[in-house]
């Protein structure tokens, strides 16, 4: 298949791949329906079953599990086994919608003959990876808290075969923009229950798909403003407000670069309208990480889109389209964006501040591997103002908080070692994707690479004031992220000596 031919796929999605979303839209309906009255193994076997069905009306198993990825990986329906419920990482052994997709996945591709990395040899920062789920499992045999170091591991090591998975699949630019296709549908779907949600001023009934109780919602309503002022935050299915907005702010970009490819424009206004409505729903978050997040991230795209020649002209008219909405919105949401910066409640800011101070003695304590992975909260009694454990139920309820900032997080539970292997995850993705914008040969390509590379700085920014990676919708999404540049590298290293794309 050559570079062009997939530039079609989007445009013949095909009726198998309807009958796959109908009928995959009435096994959630039904699943939905049924966990009001039916008890966990029974509706566990009807969920099985739509799914099964879902695949096999597809016509097309392979495609209609990548679909099923792309669609339930910020979803948070799982069955939770042995819960130990804590802040900051798995809480639980989850069986997870995702991983019924990812297993058919796997099966599919055996039978077809494609085990490991489409040809290729393991990235090298896979490695990384791999090095601190290592420090995890040393936890698990000497730590003090097995049991929650165990958990975080086996979720760590699902996140490494969602990756390994997803670059063996993406081999080709249409299997590439099909997965795009779901992500972007699913955006829909987020934004849309946040806007419903700010509509009723609580929650729409979805705890099923990880949306937050109304009182996880109050609590960030009350620790907004400092005058206590009527507001409300949404969330999304993703729980809070912080976590949905990281969500839409990595998200995003790769919408605002495809506005610059030379798709048609009946496909271009489809995924400009969902861009718009996520807009809306980041701006209703009140995030303030999520909004310098994606402040950060549009430059970038436009920046990569217009270094490009191939998608220059496209560009420079996207760009000054998009600067000219922007300061258009801003203009009309700016005394709400002002608010947010100069009136919000400075407990929040104290509290993160103290918070890292903790984290910080934790990595004075244990320089070298940490206090153990997942087990951060744990650590807490006798560290802070509160006191011990009754102190901080009194203050914090029964789950108490962990610091807001992802490498800290990580520095504290696995130490120096954990925090460097994670970095030069991070470079490792970076420097692909780099290469990848100075010389891949498929505009289309070149244009998803482009968002995914501007997601993940958008990522790594949100990551100084929230814990991300650590909810695992949130994780998904980065490794797909990370996996699409990684397939796109791979794509890259075959046109470059002559094969077959």
Not at 350 to 361: N, T
Not at 470 to 486: C, D, H, K
Request: glycine share 12%; aromatic share 8%.
């Amino acid at each position: 298949m050559t570079a062009d031919a997939g530039h079609g796929a989007i445009t013949e999605p095909g009726r198998s791949l309807l009958i796959f979303a109908v009928a995959g839209g009435v096994a959630i309906f039904c699943v939905a329906t049924a966990a009001l009255v039916l008890p966990g193994m029974m509706l566990a076997g009807i969920g099985v079953a739509g799914m099964t069905g879902a695949i096999w009306a597809s016509g097309n198993p392979r495609l209609a599990c990548l679909w099923g990825v792309g669609l339930t990986a910020p979803l948070a329906i799982a069955k939770h086994f042995h819960p130990m419920p804590h802040m900051g990482g798995a809480g639980a052994y989850n069986i997870e919608a995702v991983d019924l997709f990812l297993s058919a996945l796997a099966l599919l591709q055996w039978r077809d003959g494609r085990p490991g990395t489409a040809g290729g040899r393991m990235p090298a920062m896979v490695w990384c990876w791999v090095g601190m789920i290592l420090l995890g499992l040393i936890d698990v045999i000497v730590g003090p808290y097995r049991q929650l170091a165990m958990m975080e591991a086996v979720q760590m090591t699902k996140s490494l075969a969602l990756f390994l998975l997803l670059i063996n699949e993406l081999a080709r630019t249409r299997r590439c923009l099909h997965l795009l296709a779901s992500l972007i549908c699913g955006l829909l779907v987020q934004a849309g229950v946040g806007i419903a949600q700010y509509v009723r001023k609580g929650d729409v009934g979805l705890q099923l798909l990880g949306e937050a109780t109304m009182t996880t919602l109050e609590y960030a309503n009350r620790a907004t403003y400092m005058d206590g002022g009527a507001t409300f935050r949404i969330g999304g299915l993703l729980g809070h407000p912080n976590i949905y907005a990281g969500y839409i702010a990595m998200l995003a970009p790769m919408l605002l670069a495809m506005l610059m490819t030379r798709w048609s424009l009946r496909w271009k206004m489809p995924v400009a309208m969902v861009l718009a409505i996520a807009m809306t729903a980041l701006l209703l978050t009140l995030s303030r990480s999520g909004w310098l997040a994606f402040a950060m991230a549009a430059p970038i795209v436009m920046i990569l889109m217009l270094r490009d020649r191939r998608s220059r002209q496209r560009a420079m008219a996207g760009v000054v389209v998009a600067m000219g909405v922007a300061l258009i919105a801003a203009i009309a949401v700016a005394p709400s964006i002002m608010r947010r910066f100069t009136q919000s409640d400075p407990g929040a800011v104290d509290f993160r501040w103290e918070w890292m101070g903790l984290a910080w003695d934790m990595v004075r304590d244990h320089p070298l591997t940490g206090v153990g992975l997942n087990s951060f909260v744990l650590h807490l009694p006798g560290r802070t103002m509160h006191g011990g454990t009754d102190g901080l139920t009194r203050s914090f309820g029964a789950n108490w908080p962990v610091v807001h900032d992802i490498y800290l997080l990580i520095w504290a539970e696995q130490g120096t070692l954990g925090l460097a292997c994670f970095l030069m995850l991070l470079l490792g993705l970076l420097r692909t994707a780099w290469r990848n914008a100075a010389g891949c040969a498929d505009p289309m390509l070149s244009a998803m690479n482009a968002g995914a590379l501007a997601g993940l700085c958008a990522n790594m920014l949100d990551g100084f004031g929230s814990f991300f990676l650590r909810q695992m919708p949130g994780a998904r999404l980065f490794w797909i992220m990370a996996a699409i540049i990684v397939a796109i590298g791979r794509w890259r290293q075959r046109n470059d000596v002559g094969q077959p794309a």
